[in-house]
């Protein structure tokens, strides 16, 4: 097969974290002309990823600016990788997840006539407005997308109800946990850590759609944990986001037992992640992690569009009300029968092999000959009966 060039375009920390392996993976693929592009939507988060994972970028779009508005990052993107794929003419681009990086990357390659590869392709809270305006930038990728690259059955037969070929459609896992290999190590030590009496609740927040009314009362709940609790250390790397700082600094109640930290490296969240007793978020990728690292999480968010860790047993949803939240941590940490089976569900997100798997699934996108991985087996697929005969997809 004549080399194809595969450009990955991203542009912040949760897609960079997923994209790192997956470039990893092509770069050493002899089949493969690996191009990054990265639209630097995030700045300092992103490069934090590109340092850890040492990705070299063939171009830095810059596009970021504080407070920057959807509109904003939606054009500026466009423009600019207009411009780079009239020099670089990929043979394939590859986009992930639902920022709107990943949406306006998708439309441009269109424009292009270039083919879309979606990875972590499917998920759906079928609320347009929730997350926002993440929900409608993965539909409006997925139905720009030639090759789909679902993380789960569930996210699969998300894609098949909306009338996707299913021959375009593979269920690969999700490549974060992939990057937990090369972060996860059993030599650890942070400040934050330092007292091994308290219970540690590790909390990130920064969706759009929580900002304001919902982030305050989150933070209202916070400082009742602390007041209630005086074995409890709640350690939260903020978000960039001035308007997260804001809320932050207006509404949670100093205490030496409140880290206000900033955000941490990927090598450093992971690690801190797994030796912390609970999670409180609203971040997507974290929730893929959890049960991995054997953490039970509280999604602070009224739905989430990763149902598969909610039916494995790791994540509960409980909303963003004051009372929900204080009443949930002290239930999961009053309870231990409760606590242990949060903490050691089974991971329905990935096997490690996603990477491989895609690339693979590339490869025979340009190659009919080539053999590609079985897919993952997920078992937690909550619509799932019995045990369906999964498609091999090894001739
Ligand atoms: C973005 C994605 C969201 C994803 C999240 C991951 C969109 C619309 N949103 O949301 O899907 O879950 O990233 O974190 O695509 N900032 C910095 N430095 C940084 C990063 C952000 O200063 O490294 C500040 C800037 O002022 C920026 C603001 O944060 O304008 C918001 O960043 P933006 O990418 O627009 O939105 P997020 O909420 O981060
Ligand atoms: N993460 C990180 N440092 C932090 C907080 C999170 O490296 O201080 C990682 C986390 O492990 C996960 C990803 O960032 O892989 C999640 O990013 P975020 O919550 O910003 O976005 P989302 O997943 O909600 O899109």
């Known amino acids: 097969m004549e080399k194809k060039k595969i450009m990955t375009i991203f542009g912040t920390r949760p897609e960079a974290i997923k994209m790192a392996p997956i470039i990893k993976e092509i770069e050493k693929d002899v089949r493969f002309e690996s191009c990054v592009v990265v639209t630097a939507q995030h700045r300092e988060m992103l490069d934090q990823v590109l340092e850890t994972f040492?990705?070299?970028?063939?171009?830095?779009?810059?596009?970021?600016?504080?407070n920057q508005t959807l509109a904003a990052i939606t054009s500026r993107s466009i423009a600019l990788l207009d411009d780079v794929f009239d020099q670089v003419k990929p043979d394939m681009v590859l986009v992930h997840g639902d920022t709107t990086t990943t949406f306006a990357a998708a439309l441009t390659a269109f424009y292009h006539q270039i083919p879309i590869g979606h990875v972590e392709a499917g998920l759906r809270t079928y609320d347009k407005y929730s997350p926002f305006p993440e929900e409608m930038n993965r539909q409006m990728t997925d139905a720009l997308a030639d090759l789909y690259f679902a993380p789960t059955s569930l996210s699969r037969d998300n894609l098949l109800k909306a009338n996707y070929d299913a021959s375009q459609i593979y269920v690969t896992g999700n490549s974060a946990i992939d990057a937990l290999a090369y972060t996860v190590t059993p030599e650890f030590s942070h400040e934050a850590l330092k007292?091994?009496?308290?219970?540690?609740?590790l909390i990130t927040m920064h969706r759009r759609e929580n900002l304001g009314q919902n982030m305050m009362?989150?933070?209202?709940?916070?400082?009742?944990?602390?007041?209630n609790h005086a074995n409890i250390e709640i350690i939260f790397p903020m978000h960039k986001n001035p308007k997260i700082r804001a809320l932050i600094s207006t509404h949670l109640k100093p205490s030496s037992r409140l880290h206000l930290i900033e955000p941490l490296d990927v090598?450093?969240?992971?690690?801190?992640?797994?030796?912390?007793?609970?999670?409180?978020?609203d971040s997507g990728g974290i929730q893929e992690e959890a049960p991995s690292l054997g953490v039970p999480v509280l999604v602070l968010r009224e739905s989430t569009e990763r149902p598969e860790g909610v039916a494995a047993g790791t994540l509960k949803v409980v909303g963003t009300f004051e009372e929900d939240v204080v009443s949930a941590v002290d239930g999961l940490l009053s309870d231990p029968?409760?606590?242990?089976?949060?903490?050691?569900?089974?991971?329905?997100?990935?096997?490690?092999?996603t990477s491989e798997r895609i690339v693979s699934i590339i490869a025979?996108?340009?190659?009919?000959?080539v053999e590609i991985l079985p897919e993952f087996s997920d078992k937690t697929n909550p619509?799932?009966?019995?045990?369906p005969d999964e498609k091999k997809l090894v001739d």
């Open 54 to 66: 040492a990705i070299k970028t063939d171009y830095d779009l810059n596009i970021m600016t504080p």
């Open 195 to 201: 007292n091994s009496e308290a219970k540690k609740i």
């Open 217 to 227: 009362q989150v933070f209202r709940a916070i400082n009742q944990i602390l007041d």
């Open 267 to 281: 090598f450093e969240f992971h690690n801190l992640a797994k030796r912390s007793d609970l999670i409180l978020t």
């Open 337 to 353: 029968v409760a606590y242990e089976k949060m903490a050691t569900a089974q991971n329905p997100y990935g096997d490690g092999k």
């Open 364 to 369: 025979r996108y340009f190659d009919s000959t």
């Open 383 to 387: 619509n799932r009966k019995g045990n």
